[in-house]
């Protein structure tokens, strides 16, 4: 498997919901990594985890949430999110010899 | 810290044509590099990538890159592009593959027209 799998691929939600993303890979790789991506942009890092633990925080407001249950999974959950947090969602995970990325989750707030 | 400068932003080009896009990046230590490709509403591919050796890399879809250390460059190119070559290409800079920053450039349109 050299895949990156992330669901769901499209999520639409309210300003007061609360919703998470997922993100699997089966690659034995250690580093895992949140994107967001707005249209016509570059992706911006938003977390890193290695070995599980949380090692990068690019300053991302507390209503983005990271979690790791594991090597193999990754979730990011959302909770009060603002109009402007739509956009295109990555997941990617990392060895020593290159990056992989999921297709991503296309979130709309509403 | 690193930074990558994609020089062009929009590339319009003709089918069949050569084609030649652009990166230079910053860094005062050594770095990986990699050129994404990413097609509308999708993720990012990988097209290649340079961790060390050689200095041409070959990688998908007949698509070839050289590092220049000296120009701090890593310019993507490809003999001839298709209409399907259509999509917006990043380069992107890392420090180290496991855990560190993968840094992307502003991107380029790459447009092929017929």
């Known amino acids: 498997d050299t895949e990156v799998t992330q669901t769901p691929k499209h999520l639409v939600m309210g300003m007061t919901n609360k919703k998470s993303l997922k993100c699997e890979q089966h690659m034995g790789h250690r580093a895992m990594y949140w994107y967001k991506q707005k249209a016509k942009k570059p992706p911006e890092l938003m977390f890193v985890y290695s070995y599980e633990k949380l090692s990068i925080n690019e300053s991302v407001p507390s209503r983005f949430s990271p979690e790791c249950p594991n090597s193999s999974l990754l979730n990011l959950h959302l909770h009060a999110l603002q109009p402007e947090d739509s956009a295109l969602y990555l997941c990617?995970?990392?060895?020593?010899?290159?990056?992989?990325f999921g297709s991503g989750t296309r979130l709309t707030v509403v | 810290a690193q930074s990558v400068t994609q020089l062009d932003s929009q590339v319009p080009v003709f089918e069949e044509a050569p084609v030649e896009l652009r990166c230079n990046y910053s860094s005062s230590v050594s770095v990986y590099l990699f050129w994404y490709v990413q097609y509308p509403n999708q993720g990012l591919q990988l097209l290649l990538k340079?961790?060390?050796?050689?200095?041409l890399v070959k990688g998908i879809n007949g698509f070839e890159a050289e590092f220049n250390k000296s120009q701090t460059s890593f310019h993507l190119r490809k003999p001839s592009v298709h209409i399907s070559d259509t999509a917006e290409y990043f380069c992107a800079v890392s420090l180290y593959n496991q855990g560190g920053k993968l840094i992307f450039g502003q991107g380029t349109e790459l447009s092929v027209k017929p």
């Open positions: 990617a995970s990392s060895d020593n010899y290159g990056y992989t």
């Open positions: 340079y961790l060390s050796g050689s200095t």
